[in-house]
């Protein structure tokens, strides 16, 4: 099963647990994973042109009522926060939408394929704080004059801040100004699998020659060594020719040399001979330059709406670079999807730092007022004893969703509404439960509601 397939399968089954069969029946059975992009962290959904329906009221409903509910199921299960988006699949089929190819691109670009640098990733984007201004000045002296300066280098720090670019940006440097030199950039993954592949087709001999024949040497995730014996092995021979002939060499990694698991001694012994350079997560102020870069890249004018987004989202993204560009992104992106402002409250809505505070203001006062505003009567009127029509559909409403919002007890609700009993409630509860099967209209008033009340 491909990826997209099987997260349909966990997603639809999600879906079937948590709603009841003819909702399900009706709006999610149908639904594609049309394609998940892991880097922006979005889903795109399709739906097929259904027989018969009415499609766009069906694109409609999914869109604005199912999509939240599709979102928090779909970020359960990647286990962290996605987005979707809902389209007909035949819209998929002829896009020739740049948007979605742009999505596309910048999704597809992030990995690397070895000994291709990536032009983004340059000295000139990097933005330099106190938590990388060593690693920083060591990669571009080393850049400015190979095996002269620190030989080898090696930096590390957590995933997301900067270790890949940097190396890059090595790669770009001498690619530019010493184009007669050999550079190469590796895992350490690829490393190995290449080496495995070499001994499976006797080939080792290509493999040796291509090693250790370059004059830079950029090597990206040591710490996956720690893996496996022969690739160590092999590396270490590689480490030792290339040093002897004077090449240089560039080591990246997530921890110091002497906290690899599994790590030969004389490798890490190695790896200590020259500098070691720590990256560390970027400071405020250096957040707030990183985004102000990016925004520029992206073309976006930085104004004070601009400006109250990013300081936004260097308050909430502080762990890694990653995380803050990528809720910059996400932002962005979304903004173009969803044709709306860059503005702080659409920040906050698609990084969905107030869903939780949104949640909890759940109360039976609170879904007494949304329901009485919702069918233009008064929230006194719910309390009474009226029996017109609208009002005492409002009131059953209102009952049916304090019981499945907010932790009332049955006899409890009845006294919001003016002391009935509570067989009245238990009777208004069972006869929405029934209509929400029955009755589309029912059914989509009470999604509606429940999106105004922020769940
Ligand atoms: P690592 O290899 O340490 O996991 P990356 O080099 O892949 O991290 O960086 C993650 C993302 O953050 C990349 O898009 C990179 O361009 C960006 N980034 C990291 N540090 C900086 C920085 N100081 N200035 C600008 N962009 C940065
Ligand atoms: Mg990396």
Same mark, same amino acid.
């Given at each position: 099963?491909?990826?997209?397939?099987?997260? /349909?399968?966990? #997603?639809?089954?999600?879906?079937?647990?948590?709603?009841?069969?003819?909702?399900?029946?009706?709006?999610?059975?149908?639904?594609?994973?049309?394609?998940?992009?892991?880097?922006?962290?979005?889903?795109?959904?399709?739906?097929?042109?259904?027989?018969?329906?009415?499609?766009?009221?069906?694109?409609?409903?999914?869109?604005?009522?199912?999509?939240?509910?599709?979102?928090?199921?779909?970020?359960? =299960?990647?286990?962290?926060?996605?987005?979707?988006?809902?389209?007909?699949?035949?819209?998929?089929?002829?896009?020739?939408?740049?948007?979605?190819?742009?999505?596309?691109?910048?999704?597809?670009?992030?990995?690397?394929?070895?000994?291709?640098?990536?032009?983004?990733? !340059? $000295? +000139?984007? $990097?933005?330099?704080?106190?938590?990388?201004?060593?690693?920083?000045?060591?990669?571009?002296?080393?850049?400015?004059?190979?095996?002269?300066?620190?030989?080898?280098?090696? *930096?590390?720090?957590?995933?997301? #801040?900067?270790?890949?670019?940097?190396?890059?940006?090595?790669?770009?440097?001498?690619?530019?100004?010493?184009?007669? @030199?050999?550079?190469?950039?590796?895992?350490?993954?690829?490393?190995?699998?290449?080496?495995?592949?070499?001994?499976?087709?006797?080939?080792?001999?290509?493999?040796?020659?291509?090693?250790?024949?370059?004059?830079?040497?950029?090597?990206? +995730?040591?710490?996956?060594?720690?893996?496996?014996?022969?690739?160590?092995?092999?590396?270490?021979?590689?480490?030792?020719?290339?040093?002897?002939?004077?090449?240089?060499?560039?080591? !990246?990694? +997530?921890?110091?040399?002497?906290? =690899?698991?599994?790590?030969?001694?004389?490798?890490?012994? /190695?790896?200590?001979?020259?500098?070691?350079?720590?990256?560390?997560?970027?400071?405020?102020?250096?957040?707030?330059? *990183?985004?102000?870069?990016?925004?520029?890249?992206?073309?976006?004018?930085?104004?004070?709406?601009?400006?109250?987004?990013?300081?936004?989202? !260097?308050?909430?993204?502080?762990?890694?670079?990653?995380?803050?560009?990528?809720?910059?992104?996400?932002?962005?992106?979304?903004?173009?999807?969803?044709?709306?402002?860059?503005?702080?409250?659409?920040?906050?809505?698609?990084?969905?730092?107030?869903?939780?505070?949104?949640?909890?203001?759940?109360?039976?006062?609170?879904?007494?007022?949304?329901?009485?505003? $919702?069918?233009?009567?008064?929230?006194?009127?719910?309390? !009474?004893?009226?029996?017109?029509?609208?009002?005492?559909?409002?009131? @059953?409403?209102? @009952?049916?969703?304090? /019981?499945? @919002?907010? +932790?009332?007890?049955?006899?409890?609700?009845?006294?919001?509404?003016?002391?009935?009993?509570?067989?009245?409630?238990?009777?208004?509860?069972?006869?929405?439960?029934?209509?929400?099967?029955?009755?589309?209209?029912?059914?989509?008033?009470?999604?509606?509601?429940?999106?105004?009340?922020?769940?």
């Amino acid at each position: 099963m491909g990826r997209s397939e099987e997260i /349909r399968a966990q #997603l639809l089954e999600k879906l079937r647990e948590e709603t009841i069969e003819t909702i399900y029946n009706a709006w999610f059975a149908e639904l594609r994973v049309f394609s998940i992009d892991e880097v922006l962290d979005i889903a795109y959904l399709g739906v097929p042109d259904l027989p018969g329906k009415d499609m766009n009221f069906i694109m409609s409903i999914l869109r604005n009522r199912y999509s939240h509910k599709i979102e928090n199921v779909l970020t359960n =299960i990647m286990g962290r926060r996605f987005r979707v988006v809902i389209k007909r699949v035949e819209e998929y089929e002829d896009e020739t939408d740049s948007l979605k190819h742009q999505i596309k691109e910048s999704a597809a670009s992030k990995h690397f394929y070895d000994n291709s640098f990536d032009p983004r990733y !340059s $000295f +000139d984007n $990097f933005v330099v704080g106190d938590g990388n201004k060593l690693a920083h000045a060591a990669a571009f002296a080393v850049a400015e004059s190979p095996a002269q300066s620190y030989n080898p280098l090696y *930096i590390y720090g957590n995933s997301g #801040l900067g270790k890949t670019h940097l190396l890059h940006a090595i790669g770009l440097h001498l690619e530019k100004t010493k184009p007669e @030199m050999s550079v190469l950039y590796v895992s350490a993954e690829n490393f190995t699998n290449e080496l495995v592949d070499a001994i499976r087709k006797n080939r080792t001999y290509d493999f040796k020659e291509k090693y250790r024949n370059v004059d830079v040497l950029l090597i990206d +995730d040591i710490q996956f060594f720690g893996r496996t014996k022969e690739s160590q092995e092999e590396f270490f021979h590689t480490f030792n020719d290339l040093y002897h002939n004077g090449s240089q060499i560039v080591i !990246s990694s +997530d921890c110091e040399p002497d906290k =690899i698991d599994n790590l030969q001694d004389r490798l890490k012994t /190695r790896f200590q001979w020259n500098l070691i350079a720590d990256i560390v997560p970027p400071d405020y102020e250096t957040r707030i330059a *990183i985004l102000l870069k990016l925004s520029e890249a992206n073309g976006l004018t930085v104004d004070e709406e601009l400006m109250k987004v990013i300081q936004f989202i !260097s308050e909430i993204a502080k762990a890694n670079v990653r995380e803050l560009e990528g809720s910059l992104n996400r932002v962005v992106t979304f903004a173009r999807l969803f044709n709306e402002k860059i503005t702080l409250a659409f920040a906050q809505k698609t990084l969905g730092s107030s869903n939780v505070e949104r949640r909890a203001g759940v109360t039976p006062e609170r879904v007494k007022s949304v329901v009485s505003d $919702f069918y233009h009567i008064e929230a006194s009127d719910l309390e !009474s004893a009226k029996r017109q029509s609208n009002v005492a559909h409002a009131r @059953m409403i209102a @009952m049916y969703l304090i /019981r499945e @919002m907010t +932790d009332s007890s049955l006899p409890k609700i009845g006294e919001y509404f003016g002391g009935k009993h509570h067989t009245t409630v238990l009777h208004a509860c069972k006869k929405v439960e029934n209509l929400t099967e029955s009755s589309l209209e029912v059914e989509c008033e009470i999604e509606e509601i429940k999106g105004l009340l922020g769940r």
